[in-house]
């Protein structure tokens, strides 16, 4: 583990290959560390020939936890997020772009490639948005515009999102596989056997939990994002399974048709996670796009 600071915050990192290769940054989401992208899967992208970096965003993990700003009342902002109503939140959406930008600093990275899953998704277009001139790639992976239009969770699965977890350390695991059976994939591609492990791995490294409803609470006040995307001219893959409940396919779909020449990969059976039997093919895309930034 190390860590790299700047404004305050001190971000958690773990890196991957030969730093002499080209950066890639992998953004996770709401409330996950950076063991919540699987080794093997930074392993593989590494052999592609990129400098892989994880990282736990602000308020999870090991990084920097905001105790002094609060815990804002999720179910209330939720509500005033329906009604239209603004919102008064700890920090932005683009404050935590602006710490994976920071970490990019630390690091000596100019430009990097960079790929977010989930609320990282998200990130991840704010960082091409505000510094286009830093991004060689987007990759936004079962994420979405922030048009509430489109990739709107089901209420099964906002239902799991919200519930609290256990705080006994033997109750994790099957709290984890109760929630992914709602948001992850069908069938044999949700492995039940990871969630438990790494639901494990996650709360050992740290139970902390408070940071989860104020990231959730900079992701709900963000500004929708579709018609700025259009500015974006950065090669860009978007990802996103047809059995996402978390995140609707319907936002992946709006994300691609947002960016000009945006890649839109949809795969069958696929829910809000990162199933194993398909890490060697979403590495490989995320290679692919990585290579039409070197052509340009």
Request: proline share 7%.
């Amino acid at each position: 583990m190390q860590f790299a600071s700047a404004a305050g915050i001190d971000l958690c990192y773990e890196t991957f290959g030969d730093r002499s290769n080209p950066p890639l940054l992998l953004i996770m989401g709401l409330g996950c560390q950076l063991v919540h992208w699987p080794e093997p899967l930074c392993q593989r992208l590494a052999e592609h020939g990129f400098w892989v970096i994880r990282f736990d965003n602000r308020d999870v993990g090991l990084s920097s936890k905001l105790d002094h700003l609060g815990v804002p009342n999720v179910p209330r902002l939720v509500l005033r997020k329906r009604l239209g109503l603004s919102l008064s939140v700890p920090y932005q959406l683009r404050d935590l772009a602006d710490d994976a930008f920071h970490l990019l600093d630390a690091l000596g990275i100019r430009r990097a490639h960079i790929v977010g899953v989930s609320m990282g998704g998200m990130i991840a277009q704010l960082m091409t948005l505000r510094r286009p001139e830093r991004v060689l790639s987007l990759c936004s992976w079962m994420s979405t515009t922030g048009d509430p239009r489109v990739g709107r969770p089901s209420t099964r699965a906002m239902r799991a999102l919200l519930q609290k977890p256990p705080r006994v350390r033997a109750a994790l695991p099957d709290h984890a596989v109760a929630v992914f059976r709602v948001i992850g994939s069908r069938g044999a591609l949700l492995d039940e056997q990871r969630v438990r492990e790494t639901s494990l791995v996650a709360f050992d490294r740290s139970p902390y939990r408070l940071g989860f409803a104020r990231q959730l609470a900079a992701a709900l006040a963000a500004p929708p994002r579709d018609a700025a995307l259009a500015r974006v001219r950065a090669p860009t893959l978007v990802l996103h399974g047809r059995a996402d409940a978390l995140i609707n396919s319907s936002g992946g779909v709006a994300t691609a048709s947002a960016i000009p020449g945006a890649e839109l990969r949809l795969f069958d059976d696929v829910g809000h996670d990162i199933p194993r039997p398909l890490w060697p093919e979403f590495a490989a895309a995320i290679a692919g796009n990585s290579r039409r930034a070197a052509a340009d």
